[in-house]
């Protein structure tokens, strides 16, 4: 069984920074890809940011600049750098992990396609964010 714990969620104006960490445990994670994740108010969960175990990563366009994802394998946590935040990224936000997608894309070289993404086995609570102007 994997667990997570998500936290860093806060109130910050436009254009403030915060930094999510998710702390994981369990024998699974370190074999599979992780992700951060967030819903919205009235709208759907999407996924915003991925790594895989070779530290490979990959953005949605709508936090790519802005947002960094990276991990400390040693220690299971996972972190989420996010910059430059806008009112639309309020959202409740999900660390995952699971397994990758590549999106009709293909592995070519050893080398992951671009947009690929990670479908989460395992979520953790969430932490809320919220971004006001």
């Known amino acids: 069984q994997v667990h997570f714990q998500e936290s860093g969620g806060g109130t910050v104006q436009v254009g403030g920074s915060l930094r999510l960490s998710c702390e994981g445990s369990?024998?699974?994670?370190?074999?599979?890809?992780k992700g951060w994740f967030r819903q919205g108010p009235g709208k759907e969960r999407e996924g915003v940011a991925f790594?895989?175990?070779?530290?490979?990563?990959s953005y949605v366009d709508s936090v790519k600049g802005r947002f960094t994802i990276s991990k400390n394998p040693t220690e299971y946590i996972l972190y989420l750098q996010m910059d430059n935040l806008q009112p639309e990224d309020t959202a409740m936000y999900y660390c995952?992990?699971?397994?990758?997608?590549?999106?009709?894309?293909?592995?070519?070289?050893?080398?992951?396609?671009?947009?690929?993404?990670?479908?989460?086995?395992?979520w953790g609570q969430g932490t809320q964010v919220a971004v006001y102007s």
């Open positions: 369990g024998s699974p994670y370190s074999t599979i890809c």
């Open positions: 995952g992990a699971g397994r990758i997608n590549l999106n009709n894309g293909r592995v070519v070289g050893g080398r992951l396609p671009r947009g690929w993404t990670c479908d989460p086995t395992y």
């Open positions: 790594i895989d175990n070779d530290g490979t990563t």
